[in-house]
């Protein structure tokens, strides 16, 4: 997201919601210090002293006495470069933020007031690294998780643990990457722990390998699921061939056991002249 564009330049600040103000307070520090103001957020607008010249009464001939005297408005110049900063900081603020640094007159205490209430002070500061530190010790990557959303939750770890003044080192990241992956890319880690030296491979490399490693695994499980498709059409193709089959040769045949039933037991019987009942049964009914 992008807030105001900055006054006379074409760079614009990052808005701020509340979250990821780490994240936040370094662009904002960027764009401040390419528009020469980062100076006034630093530091802050400072009187600038005014020499009064005192005669020295002691007679003719004596030098003159400089005495500094502190003015009670600060200079033009410094005005305006406080009122930019000003206005950056509060442009990149939205509406439910903005009243935090509403009463501020000066860059430097509105940057001050923003940075106590979600840096926090040493002792929260603490407390949140130490949390995190345990977020990166313990995580793993799960089995249905994918390999972008893995690295994502990753190095938005990491990027916590620097801003909060964790040195993590280049070795260290690499390390524990290799250790948290799925058991998907047991092989490709296998074979960087063996032919690598970790001591001194960047991470960028360890992640161009096992994306590519990701991308052949991909291609295999598709490959793997078209001709299982395949099968399972063939076999269905096959089951339908033998019961059309069996269907027609069940009616090629005629009914034998109908049949045997008509010639010896049944009591109904087909003579030329019609239907009519046989000798057996007419004898039956007159007993």
Known sequence: MVGSSSSGGDLRTPQFDGANYDFWAVKMETILIAHDLWDVVEVGVQPQPVIEKKEDSGGEGSE??????????????????????LSLIQGALT????????????AK????????????????????????????EYMRMTDGESLDSYLARFFGTVNNLKSLGEDVTET???QKLLMSL?????????????????DVLRVEEVIASVKVYDKREDLHDERDKVAGTERAFSSLKVGNNQVQGTHKGSQSRPNQKWRGQDKKGSNWSQNNNGSSWNNNAWRKLEQ
């Open 109 to 136: 205490g509105a940057w001050d007031v923003l940075r106590r209430e979600f840096r926090g002070d040493k002792k929260v500061r603490a407390v949140k690294l130490q949390a995190v530190r345990a977020d990166f």
């Open 182 to 198: 799925s058991r998907r890319y047991k092989s490709i880690v296998s074979i960087i722990e063996e032919t690598r030296d970790l």
């Open 172 to 174: 260290r990241i690499v």
């Open 64 to 85: 003159a006495e400089h005495i500094p005297v502190e003015a009670p408005t600060i200079s033009r110049e410094d005005k305006i470069k406080n009122a930019k900063a």
């Open 95 to 106: 509406d439910e933020l903005f009243p935090r640094i509403r009463n501020e007159k000066t």
